[in-house]
């Protein structure tokens, strides 16, 4: 299996905006569609959005995401980005990436996570 590294989390106010970004090494993340998940405190890992392996459908797990949370996949630098906009505390959370789970068994291994946490 793949590895995937995260990156771009950090501490920002509300309505504050941050860039994930998601890497992968041993497997490309082109072949595959991909998601954003989060955890937060005390709660399971939920998804966030999906995308497709050629980004012509997109998901999202909630009205709230779908209108802040723009998922993005760069098939010829092999990246998959997820533009926060707007971030509120409800946003707090360890987010993560990795292949879309409805299309199967996880495709990589999971990576660390970048945090990511919005303060009132």
């Known amino acids: 299996q793949g590895q995937l590294d995260e990156s771009g989390g950090g501490l920002v106010q509300a309505g504050g905006s941050l860039r994930l970004s998601c890497a992968a090494s041993g497997r490309n993340i082109s072949d595959y569609n991909m998601a954003w998940y989060r955890q937060a405190p005390g709660k399971y890992r939920e998804i966030v959005a999906s995308?497709?392996?050629?980004?012509?459908?997109?998901?999202y797990a909630t009205y709230s995401v779908q209108h802040r949370f723009p998922i993005i996949r760069d098939n010829d630098k092999n990246p998959l980005y997820l533009q926060m906009n707007s971030l509120g505390p409800q946003d707090t959370a360890m987010y993560s990436c990795?292949?879309?789970?409805?299309?199967?068994?996880?495709?990589?291994?999971w990576g660390p996570g970048t945090q990511v946490t919005a303060s009132s």
């Open positions: 995308i497709i392996w050629s980004g012509a459908n997109i998901n």
């Open positions: 990795n292949s879309d789970g409805h299309s199967g068994p996880y495709s990589f291994n």
